[in-house]
């Protein structure tokens, strides 16, 4: 493990910590307006880094999350582990590395936040039954303001991504390919 690749895996295990806990001190509680900001983060270390540490970063955002919001084990590790699977097999299609924008965040806050909030609806609904879930049942106000939210959060979070990746410590693009292997 290079020295690069060690600070990186320090900030995508600290940064959420302090990602998470402004939120939670700043936002309301609801996953509906949260979920606009650590998903988003998650997405910009998939697109800017190799799978590795894009699947370390999907495992533990997901836990973190189950853990703040009371959603089932597992819940929010598996969506975030999908989209890890799925980022990686569309990586000859994106963008590469370098030229991430906080355009990209808000195409991926738009689709991304609302089909998170209905993925843990429907796993908390299947673990815990209908009962269970009616903390987590989404509201029309909240579906309609969940691509909204995604999408201002998505650029957000994307262009503070940006500002605090530490460019000397970036990965080379034939890092990041070399370690889709």
């Known amino acids: 493990m290079t020295a690069g690749q060690a600070w990186d895996a320090i900030w995508v295990t600290a940064f959420p910590l302090a990602l998470v806990g402004g939120s939670v001190a700043l936002l309301p509680q609801r996953p509906a307006v949260q979920v606009a900001f650590v998903p988003i983060w998650v997405c910009y270390w998939l697109l800017t880094r190799g799978t590795v540490l894009g699947a370390w970063v999907a495992l533990w955002c997901g836990i973190l999350l189950e853990c703040i919001w009371g959603v089932p084990p597992g819940g929010g590790a598996l969506f975030l582990l999908l989209v ?85 410590l970036r990965p080379s693009e034939k890092e990041v390919i070399g370690d889709e292997g």
């Open 84 to 168: 890890w699977r799925v980022i990686r097999l569309a990586r000859p299609r994106l963008p590469e590395p370098n030229a991430v924008a906080p355009l990209h965040g808000l195409l991926l806050g738009t689709v991304l936040a609302p089909l998170f909030c209905l993925w843990l609806w429907l796993y908390a609904s299947a673990w815990q039954g209908p009962v269970g879930a009616i903390g987590l049942a989404p509201t029309l106000p909240a579906l309609i303001a969940a691509p909204a939210a995604g999408a201002i959060g998505g650029c957000i979070v994307f262009a503070l991504a940006r500002l605090c990746d530490f460019r000397a």
